[in-house]
């Protein structure tokens, strides 16, 4: 039977292997378009055996815009040289870090990867990670047969790509390219991006809250971007204009961060829509995530007073009772959970549970339908073709 042989690797890879050391590595701050130290921290621990050496190389080259024509939204680099921290350790069995700062200038591109030994030799890495720093590309030469133009041009901004080779051929298919771009309210770059960096660190590494779990567990078929200014959210307008229209082709879904008070929104897409999302709310990390339910997969909001529609796979609003319950069958959910919303002549799937799309608290989950979405969309992407 093969279910139960996947059933049991999976759980060996979630308890890890037996004497190999856990590694985790993270760039601080996740990005920055000036001159910076950005440091590359590796945690690891081996209870048995311990960690007898630590090992950061990373790669640094210039961001460009791969040279081509036209040039490219997603960047390449050049001159690239390679650095490396090695730290060691009498086999110590509590966690131990190791960091490697790099001084950063304008256009920097850096992927880094970490080593983890123990005690008895048994190692383990990290996946790659790509990132850019310092001020970034603004201008490109491109080569043309007549000659070379300069011209005005502007790329994503990598915050964490999963990549060791990045260029404008890296296959992202398989990947949900999240791109976050400024308000026209935010006071500044820098202000934006010190917002950023403790929402996407929280929602894909640090929470601890049931809201979150989806995106930790599945941290690695994301990458995140920054986008130029130019994008203007207030009121459910989500304009985007100059270098912030042109990057944003690059992204699956895009999220305007800011400062001032309105109400968040986002398009019900499946690919290529965005919503807005304010970052000095108490629970900035979970009404970006609520948002996300509606541009990156096509959820409809399950409140009342809401816009109770959905274009997700299943969806999870339905236009009657009867729809609702069929599709909770072929769904492996509970037909007799089919609840209208309000009075509003719409119905979900509800468990009792606390549910993203529905309720604004920090131990709502991806419940019924919305589970399902969210591992249809999983699937594709593991597929290859996340859209
Ligand atoms: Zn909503």
């Not at 966690?95 to 080593?115: I, K």
């Not at 260029?167 to 398989?174: C, E, F, K, L, T």
């Not at 042109?246 to 929104?265: E, N």
């Not at 769904?331 to 604004?360: F, H, K, Y």
Request: hydrophobic share 35%.
């Amino acid at each position: 039977m093969r279910f139960p042989l996947l059933l049991s690797a999976a759980s060996l890879l979630l308890a890890g292997c037996a004497g190999v050391p856990s590694v985790n590595a993270l760039h601080e701050p996740l990005y920055r378009a000036e001159n910076h130290v950005s440091t590359i921290v590796v945690r690891t621990r081996e209870a048995t055996d311990g960690i007898a050496e630590v090992r950061v190389e990373a790669t640094v080259g210039e961001l460009t815009a791969c040279g081509t024509f036209p040039p490219s939204l997603i960047p390449c680099r050049s001159n690239a040289s390679t650095v490396a921290a090695v730290c060691t350790f009498a086999n110590v069995k509590t966690e131990v870090t190791c960091s490697l700062p790099l001084a950063l200038g304008p256009r920097r591109l850096v992927t880094y990867r970490a080593t983890a030994r123990s005690g008895k030799n048994k190692t383990a890495s990290t996946p790659a990670v790509t990132y850019a720093g310092g001020a970034p590309l603004t201008v490109t030469t491109v080569n043309l047969p007549f000659g070379t133009i300069t011209m005005p041009w502007e790329t994503a901004r990598p915050v964490i790509w999963r990549t060791d080779a990045p260029s404008s051929s890296n296959d992202r298919g398989d990947k949900i390219d999240l791109g976050l771009v400024p308000d026209a309210d935010m006071p500044s770059y820098r202000d934006f991006t010190d917002d950023l960096d403790p929402m996407m660190r929280a929602l894909f590494y640090t929470d601890t809250n049931a809201f979150s779990t989806w995106n930790r567990t599945w941290k690695n078929i994301f990458n995140l971007w920054a986008g130029p200014t130019g994008a203007d959210g207030n009121g459910c307008t989500r304009t985007f204009s100059g270098a912030a229209a042109t990057v944003r082709a690059a992204f699956d879904g895009t999220s305007i961060l800011h400062r001032d008070t309105f109400r968040d929104c986002a398009s019900i897409s499946l690919g290529g829509g965005a919503g807005t999302s304010q970052t000095n709310l108490t629970d900035a990390t979970w009404v970006f995530l609520h948002e996300s339910g509606h541009y990156l997969f096509g959820l409809g909001d399950e409140y009342v007073g809401g816009g109770n529609f959905s274009i997700s796979s299943p969806l999870n609003i339905y236009a009657s009772k009867a729809s609702c319950e069929s599709s909770s069958l072929s769904n492996s959910l509970p037909s007799t959970q089919c609840v209208q919303i309000g009075t509003s002549g719409t119905w979900r799937n509800d468990d009792g549970q606390a549910t993203t799309m529905e309720d604004r608290t920090l131990s709502s989950d991806w419940r019924t339908f919305s589970a399902k979405a969210l591992g249809t969309r999983l699937s594709a992407c593991i597929g290859g073709a996340c859209y």
